[in-house]
């Protein structure tokens, strides 16, 4: 009897070890998740934060940009408008040039034509 006694005593004892032992891999497994969901969670507010900077530099970088195609818009009409005026003053005399030259020829045998 006594040994049977001991026996039911390891057999309890060992069932309520299997018990404390699954108790504990539950607080675990409980821990790892609550981990895992609190990394879960400072990522997306850290990757929120990134993308905050990542577009506010986005929008000032635009602005420069479009700061610098409006002077480029403005230079591109000045130098236009500078290009139109030397046009306008030298037409006059380019024409003249250009009919003087077509107007003024000169006859002459090519050096390689032979008179016979």
Not at 33 to 51: M, S, T
Request: charged share 40%; proline share 1%.
């Amino acid at each position: 009897m006594l040994q049977s006694r001991g026996i039911t005593d390891l057999l309890v004892a060992e069932k309520k070890a299997q018990e404390i032992i699954e108790e504990a891999r539950k607080r675990k497994n409980k821990r790892i998740k609550d981990a895992q969901n609190e990394a879960k969670f400072e990522i997306e507010q850290f990757k929120g934060e990134r993308d905050q900077n990542y577009k506010a530099l986005e929008e000032q970088q635009l602005g420069n940009r479009g700061k610098m195609v409006q002077e480029s818009n403005v230079q591109t009409q000045i130098d236009i408008e500078s290009l139109k005026a030397k046009y306008d003053s030298n037409k006059d005399e380019l024409l003249e040039r250009i009919m003087t030259t077509v107007c003024d020829i000169k006859p002459k045998s090519h050096i390689n034509v032979r008179i016979e």
